[in-house]
Nanobody
Framework: QVQLVESGGGLVQPGGSLRLSCAASGSIFRINAMGWYRQAPGKQRELVAVITGSITSGGSTNYADSVKGRFTASRDNAKNTVCLQMNSLKPEDTAVYYC???????????????WGQGTQVTVSS
């Protein structure tokens, strides 16, 4: 019904930058929230940055404390995309990053949550 396709990620040195992108497609009536989570080895998946609110109203962004001031999430309402600009990366940012979307799907009564396949970000010298 809805697919999330991620791009970006890779290997970067500490202090470097990366940009992740995610595009949603399918039977989308409205995207209520869209953003990023991450999961490091041996740890639970955690929120990184999620933009909430309807796609037509702009909404607001919730960031994990650990990334505030370094990461910036942005959304293109017309293209159903979300990006994550990651600056001043640290080794502890190493994780698989997952795109997330909460979507009102055409023909369905209740909103559903969707996840991308994940993209690896490794911060190492």
């Amino acid at each position: 019904q809805v697919q999330l396709v991620e791009s970006g990620g890779g290997l970067v040195q500490p202090g470097g930058s990366l940009r992740l992108s995610c595009a949603a497609s399918g039977s989308i009536f409205r995207i209520n929230a869209m953003g990023w989570y991450r999961q490091a080895p041996g740890k639970q998946r955690e929120l990184v940055a999620v933009i909430t609110g309807s796609i037509t109203s702009g909404g607001s962004t919730n960031y994990a404390d650990s990334v505030k001031g370094r990461f910036t999430a942005s959304r293109d309402n017309a293209k159903n995309t979300v990006c994550l600009q990651m600056n001043s990366l640290k080794p502890e940012d190493t994780a698989v990053y997952y795109c997330y979307a909460a979507v009102d799907v055409v023909g369905l009564l209740h909103p559903r949550q969707y996840w991308g396949q994940g993209t690896q970000v490794t911060v190492s010298s």
